[in-house]
């Protein structure tokens, strides 16, 4: 059974009320959106382009839709629910941590991440 590709807009509503799967996060991003691997960074966490991309992905979503940062982290989905808030004393999923830590004001990119498909 295939799942249905939820759009941007359908995305921006679900994030906004509680935690989305990542995968279908991810799914509507590739979708929608050319993505290219951007260096950015989050709080201290320097990420080179090409890595962490599915972070770099969910961050660059949320800054080009305006979201707040418990929506941003709602994309994550159980990385966040699951792996992060049950277990905050981890080291793994840094940049979910560095973001909650953060917000918004440790985010910056070297170039835009995403440009929307046309058609």
Request: with cysteine; proline share 6%.
């Amino acid at each position: 059974m295939t799942q249905q590709i939820i759009t941007p807009e359908q995305l921006v509503r679900a994030l906004q009320q509680g935690p989305v799967d990542f995968n279908a996060v991810i799914q509507c991003i590739d979708h929608y959106y050319t993505f290219t691997p951007t260096a950015f960074r989050n709080g201290a966490l320097a990420n080179p382009a090409g890595s962490n991309n599915g972070s770099c992905k969910i961050l660059a979503f949320a800054q080009l839709h305006g979201l707040t940062e418990t929506a941003t982290l709602n994309a994550f989905g159980d990385y966040y629910t699951q792996d992060v808030l049950q277990h905050p004393q981890a080291e793994d999923h840094q940049n979910i941590r560095n973001f909650m830590q953060q917000g918004w004001t440790g985010v910056q990119f070297a170039a835009p991440a995403l440009t929307p498909k046309q058609g």
